[in-house]
């Protein structure tokens, strides 16, 4: 159960960072990438790895576009 709960928090964050990917918006994954670690502490308690790899991907991507777009744009 706990699985599909932080799946679901990464496809939540996931598209919620859609619209973070166009520039002047990047500064929305300060607030998207700790939520999808929090997804990736849920599936931390769960015994099955899929939604904790899951939103671990999503916060990595969160971070690139963050490290690339110099914590702002």
Known sequence: MLNILSGLIGLVTLIFMI???FPLLGALNWLLVPVALIGAFVGMLS??????????????FGALR???????F
């Open 66 to 72: 963050l490290f690339l777009g110099g914590g702002i």
């Open 47 to 60: 015994s099955r790895n899929s939604g904790r790899n899951f939103c671990l991907t999503v916060a990595a």
């Open 19 to 21: 619209p973070a990917l």
